[in-house]
């Protein structure tokens, strides 16, 4: 825990700030005050780099180390809040009814902005930093990570690397985990829709029943895991919707399936695309009917690069000692959108703990102020470890 206390004022400051914004959140792509809150803090640092409405509501502040030429690395936070009523009963509840901080994005903005009141001053290291204050995580494609990226920030900004973070429930307060490699899951969801020929359910040799070759299809996805994926790689086929007749009486033309995929790398999304569309067809032609198939691609895998994870931990390590980083922190199959800035750069995402609280997205969840400690220190350490002027980068 060496030096961690120097970091306590911040603390304190921050939990105001971090309380503020859980009091007021804001959507994704309309995170308007957010980003007005966000920008007016780092001008009041000192900081004179900063553009907003980037994606639309997001905002990057640039800080120029004193200890000379260096590379730039990207630090960042997402801000926006979700469709939720809030029942934490806290005094600093949302105070926008069906929108809450459900998944402690109002925690992340309020470190990112502890870390660069730091850095604005301190300014011990060299290159620069690039505080990345981004909207729209919690969305369907295209999110605000994207869309960042395909507005250039990592050229503009002349970005190398880029590290993420996100608060952990169960993990306890002042520990971190983080993994090499593949550490949060992809997500893809997938339609197909069974054309066959309909009729009076009476009498079905006059038709091609949709629903009976929909069920074996769907049977069918289920052994794509079973049968045709390594065990020791991570794939899930869910069929979630299903479409058929709406009388009891009727064999329709036809049935619409549709599910999700999610992976532990690439390659297993191409695999799946191609094993699901091979797989429903087969089955399909069997019965003498067709298929129509679309393969959606939303966010990809987050994936850690080994020298980026190794900065990472080392920074966790300095900050909370080596028995408080779980560096083999178990891969996650939720998705998050943050993978769409580790595609354009090396990089690595680490979980912060929250401790014993509700789960992310339940009504109940409440970022732990405590945890700004640590979230600020480690944007720190970070720094100091990728850009200081005593060691080489990596
Ligand atoms: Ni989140």
Excluded at 43 to 68: K, M
Excluded at 118 to 124: E, G, I, Q, V
Excluded at 208 to 214: F, G, K, M
């Amino acid at each position: 825990m060496r030096g961690i206390e120097i970091f306590s004022e911040l603390q304190r400051e921050a939990t105001v700030w971090r309380r503020y914004l859980h009091e007021n959140p804001e959507l994704h792509f309309q995170e308007y005050n957010t980003a007005r809150f966000v920008a007016e803090k780092l001008a009041s640092f000192g900081i004179n780099h900063i553009e907003t409405g980037i994606a639309g509501t997001g905002v990057i502040a640039l800080i120029q180390g004193e200890g000379g030429d260096g590379p730039t690395i990207g630090l960042r936070a997402d801000m926006d809040a979700l469709p939720i009523a809030e029942t934490s009963n806290k005094p600093w509840a949302s105070k926008n009814s069906g929108i809450m901080h459900a998944c402690g994005h109002d925690g992340h903005t309020a470190m990112l902005l502890g870390a660069a009141k730091h850095l604005a001053k301190s300014r011990n290291f060299k290159g620069s930093v690039a505080l990345i204050f981004q909207p729209a995580e919690e969305t369907e494609f295209p999110t605000g990570a994207f869309k960042m990226v395909q507005e250039g920030i990592m050229d503009r900004f002349g970005i190398s690397q880029v590290f993420g973070m996100h608060i952990s429930p169960g993990i306890d307060v002042g520990k971190f985990g983080t993994r090499h490699g593949s550490i949060m899951g992809s997500q893809d969801d997938f339609d197909i829709i069974v054309k066959g020929r309909g009729g009076h359910a009476a009498d079905p040799s006059q038709t091609t029943d949709p629903v009976v070759i929909a069920a074996q299809i769907i049977m069918g996805l289920q052994t794509l895991i079973s049968r045709k994926t390594d065990p020791l790689e991570s794939l899930v086929i869910s069929v979630t919707k299903l479409s058929a007749a709406q009388a009891y009486n009727v064999i329709p033309d036809q049935v619409e399936i549709g599910g999700t995929v999610r992976t532990s790398a690439s390659s297993l999304r191409d695999f799946a695309e191609h094993e699901i569309l091979a797989s429903a067809q087969a089955i399909a032609r069997g019965f003498g009917a067709e298929i129509e198939f679309k393969y959606l691609r939303s966010v990809p895998a987050t994936f850690n690069s080994t020298e980026e994870t190794d900065l990472a931990i080392q920074a966790a390590r300095k900050l909370v000692g080596a028995a408080s980083v779980d560096e083999k922190v178990k891969f996650c199959m939720g998705a998050e959108d943050f993978a769409y800035m580790l595609e354009a750069r090396p990089g690595a995402y680490i979980f912060l703990g929250n401790g014993p609280t509700p789960a992310c997205h339940n009504p109940a969840f409440d970022f732990d102020d405590e945890a700004l400690l640590y979230g600020i220190g480690y944007w720190v350490r970070l720094v100091e470890t990728a850009l200081g002027s005593e060691t080489n980068n990596g």
